[in-house]
């Protein structure tokens, strides 16, 4: 069990920083090259696809004001519009919405890029926490710099299943040894450039009881971060945001973000449902699959609402 002087070390010994060159802005994404994406699509043996995301519900999730025009021609300014059919057309209409929503936090499903946390003021690469500005966003290691997507092979480590339970109690932590295990037991092995998705169960108790409230939950301990560095994992994710909460470390909150995100450039997938993805793998046989995320575009942001599909 590595001691708070340990972890608080992993900024240095795990440390990414200059790895892929000083203006490197992708981190662990680097991992993921053609060959590794080539191997992802040789993981597709079953054609079957899942989605890992939850549905983001309105109103408690999002902000939504919807628009419908049953007869476009008939909206106010019709008549000045510049194609001339569109106001004698009257079959047609519409609808359209206006969309605000935090995705942040222990909920909806997103990814975090780099920039989204700071140690000492200081980002991913050695940047100050200053190239984020509250009119612009981010000028540094934003979610845009995985513009391309995400593609890679996924590989999901159900450790409910490994350790029997339907799900992990909240403030359990899932250690080196849990991940080894499941790899033992699912006949699959995490290499580099993988995403890997850790199962706890917290999917199954949303599922079942609704929402859990206050902020203990079972997720990854801070002595799996050398164990991913070591394996050269591109992205992790989780069904809850990632961190066991309590982290056991008085002066670090949440380790495996802060050392992830800053140190070490490793994205993330928070707050996954992966109860589909894992009835899916366990049905097949299969716990390797390929795993596309695409992040929108936000300018400047810290992460953005993802939908990642597995691929068996």
Same mark, same amino acid.
């Given at each position: 069990m590595p001691t708070q002087d340990d972890v608080l070390g992993y900024f240095n010994t795990l440390s990414n920083w200059g790895r892929w060159g000083d203006d490197d802005e992708l981190g662990t994404l680097n991992h993921i090259t053609d060959d590794v994406r080539l191997a992802a699509a040789r993981a597709v043996r079953h054609g079957r696809s899942v989605s890992c995301a939850w549905e983001v519900a309105v109103p408690e999730d999002m902000e939504r004001s919807t628009t419908t025009c049953p007869c476009a021609a008939d909206m106010p300014g019709a008549e000045n519009m510049p194609v001339p059919a569109f106001h004698a057309d009257r079959r047609w209409g519409f609808s359209s919405? @206006?969309? !605000?929503?935090?995705?942040?936090?222990?909920?909806?499903?997103?990814?975090?890029?780099?920039?989204?946390? +700071?140690?000492?003021?200081?980002?991913?690469?050695?940047? #100050?926490? #200053?190239?984020?500005?509250?009119?612009?966003?981010?000028?540094?290691?934003?979610?845009?710099?995985?513009?391309? !997507?995400?593609?890679?092979? !996924?590989?999901?480590? *159900?450790? &409910?299943?490994?350790?029997?339970?339907?799900? $992990?109690?909240?403030?359990?932590?899932? +250690?080196?040894? *849990?991940?080894?295990? &499941?790899?033992?037991?699912?006949?699959?092995?995490?290499?580099?450039? *993988?995403?890997? $998705?850790? @199962?706890?169960?917290?999917?199954?108790?949303?599922?079942? &009881? !609704?929402?859990?409230?206050?902020?203990?939950? &079972?997720?990854?301990h801070a002595s799996c971060l050398p164990w991913l560095h070591e394996r050269e994992v591109a992205l992790i994710g989780a069904d809850t945001p990632q961190d066991v909460q309590p982290s056991g470390y008085e002066d670090v909150l949440m380790p495996v973000h802060a050392v992830s995100l800053v140190a070490m450039g490793l994205w993330m997938l928070d707050n996954c449902d992966l109860e589909v993805c894992a009835t899916t793998a366990a049905e097949l046989g299969q716990w390797d699959f390929h795993l596309a995320v695409a992040p929108v575009r936000f300018a400047g942001t810290s992460g953005s609402p993802v939908n990642p599909i597995a691929t068996f």
């Open positions: 919405e @206006r969309l !605000g929503i935090t995705f942040h936090g222990n909920t909806l499903t997103h990814v975090d890029s780099p920039c989204h946390i +700071f140690w000492d003021g200081t980002m991913y690469n050695g940047r #100050s926490h #200053s190239l984020v500005d509250a009119a612009t966003g981010s000028a540094w290691a934003a979610v845009t710099a995985a513009a391309n !997507g995400i593609i890679t092979r !996924g590989v999901l480590l *159900d450790i &409910a299943r490994v350790r029997d339970v339907p799900w $992990l109690e909240p403030g359990q932590g899932v +250690f080196p040894d *849990d991940l080894e295990e &499941a790899e033992r037991r699912q006949g699959v092995r995490v290499r580099s450039g *993988d995403a890997v $998705l850790l @199962r706890t169960g917290y999917g199954r108790v949303r599922h079942e &009881a !609704g929402e859990a409230s206050g902020f203990t939950q &079972a997720g990854w």
